[in-house]
Nanobody, 125 residues
Framework: QVQLVESGGGLVQAGGSLRLSCAAS????????MGWFRQAPGKEREFVAA????????RYADSVKGRFTISRDRAKNTVYLQMNSLKPEDTAVYYC??????????????????WGQGTQVTVSS
């Protein structure tokens, strides 16, 4: 069974940092693009960042550019999201996702193949 398991969420003060991890199991995701999404209470899920299978291409939402960095360790089947200079508006449940196409992650989230269960990130002011 394919699983994406997120970890690393928590409570942090504004200006602080957190690193989220997403470990994939059940199959190898080394040829899959992977990404992060988030959903705040009362809001729609939104794209945060994506990385190509080779790790050479990344995409970010404008709201996190310069503050968040996505990376992956293909040998460990794990993707990371380093979040710096956190703001209260970053508070959300963060979800990991995997798909064969970076374009699907960035443009057609309803078609994404695999999703994690989410991890809560809360940024206090």
């Amino acid at each position: 069974q394919v699983q994406l398991v997120e970890s690393g969420g928590g409570l942090v003060q504004a200006g602080g940092s957190l690193r989220l991890s997403c470990a994939a199991s059940g199959r190898t995701f080394s040829t899959y693009a992977m990404g992060w999404f988030r959903q705040a209470p009362g809001k729609e899920r939104e794209f945060v960042a994506a990385i190509s299978w080779g790790g050479t291409r990344t995409r970010y939402a404008d709201s996190v550019k310069g503050r968040f960095t996505i990376s992956r360790d293909r040998a460990k089947n794990t993707v990371y999201l380093q979040m710096n200079s956190l703001k209260p508006e970053d508070t959300a449940v963060y979800y990991c996702a995997a798909d064969e196409s970076v374009a699907t992650l960035t443009e057609s989230s309803s078609r994404i193949t695999y999703w994690g269960q989410g991890t809560q990130v809360t940024v206090s002011s």
